[in-house]
């Protein structure tokens, strides 16, 4: 889904016309994922279910599901006018998977937090002090370096790509 929609904001003619149907048929699968890990999430512990199922607690929860749908809405009616070539927004697909994913995401950390593997193992059980010390000084050696390179891959590569670009 991520790709396809990335694809319809990044290309046009018939890989765009592609895209579009992949990005549907991916969101069709996305959603059925979403709904059977949001479906067994609450099964299998009983700390998740006390949390999802906390009155008044769950209808504050409850935001998280209603924007993923929002935005599963967004990216379905958006490729379906570029599909009947109607004019919309051709990132708003690219950003409502992003947003259907960070949602789900989200949801999936809050039900679990503060487990690492669910009612065994917390955050802070996890690892030892002097690990995570290492782990956050390579972070804050290596992660400059990531963000550099996406920065830079991104700017040459901007705009749409078109047939014979490079010749």
Do not use: C
Not at 72 to 78: A, D, E, K, Q, T
Not at 109 to 117: D, E, G, K
Not at 153 to 161: D, E, S
């Amino acid at each position: 889904l991520l790709g396809a929609t990335w694809l319809i904001a990044r290309t046009e003619g018939a890989l765009q016309r592609k895209s579009l149907a992949w990005a549907r048929w991916g969101l069709a699968w996305v959603a059925f994922g979403v709904l059977l890990v949001s479906l067994a999430t609450p099964l299998a512990s009983d700390s998740v279910r006390a949390k999802w199922f906390n009155f008044p607690d769950t209808l504050w929860l409850m935001l998280l599901p209603a924007a993923t749908l929002a935005a599963g809405l967004r990216v379905w009616s958006v490729t379906g006018k570029l599909l009947r070539r109607q004019p919309a927004h051709e990132w708003a697909a690219f950003s409502g998977a992003v947003a259907i994913f960070v949602l789900a995401f989200l949801g999936l950390a809050y039900s679990i937090f503060p487990w690492v593997l669910i009612d065994r193992i917390g955050i802070w059980q996890s690892a030892h002090p002097a690990a995570l010390r290492v782990m956050l000084w390579g972070t804050l050696i290596v992660l400059p370096f990531i963000v550099a390179y996406n920065v830079l891959a991104y700017r040459i590569f901007r705009g749409k790509a078109r047939e014979k670009l490079y010749d």
